[in-house]
């Protein structure tokens, strides 16, 4: 059984830099597709950020800002946030999907869908005050 589990969170100013991490187990790491995600209140999920193995995809508010990377020895995915705003206010979250695969062209979006994954963790929360 896939367990994800988030940490990290916290409180920063405008322009402060958090890293979250997300702890992985229950699956085969290194060839799944993994993601972070955010909702804030009142708003529906969405996608940050995606990976599998070293291609990457970023939606278009945090390219430039905010950088995913895996730790394979650790079974790990990180989430490296600069820049932060208050916009970037929500829960994070972290997700899994197993079996992945495919042309990338596709590939690159299903890593942002929410419908995409099957796993998912408990979340981790984000606040950024200006």
């Known amino acids: 059984q896939v367990h994800l589990m988030e940490s990290g969170g916290g409180s920063v100013q405008t322009g402060g830099s958090l890293r979250l991490s997300c702890a992985a187990s229950g699956h085969n790491f290194r060839e799944s597709c993994m993601g972070w995600f955010r909702q804030a209140p009142g708003k529906e999920r969405e996608g940050d950020a995606g990976l599998v193995r070293i291609s990457t995809n970023y939606a278009d508010s945090v390219k430039g800002r905010f950088t995913i990377s895996q730790d394979n020895a650790a079974n790990t995915l990180y989430l490296q946030m600069n820049g932060l705003k208050p916009e970037d206010t929500a829960m994070y979250y972290c997700?899994?999907?197993?079996?992945?695969?495919?042309?990338?062209?596709?590939?690159?979006?299903?890593?942002?869908?929410?419908?995409?994954?099957?796993?998912w963790g408990q979340g981790t929360q984000v606040t950024v005050s200006s």
């Open positions: 997700a899994a999907r197993s079996l992945c695969g495919g042309l990338w062209s596709t590939l690159r979006a299903d890593l942002l869908r929410v419908s995409f994954y099957d796993n």
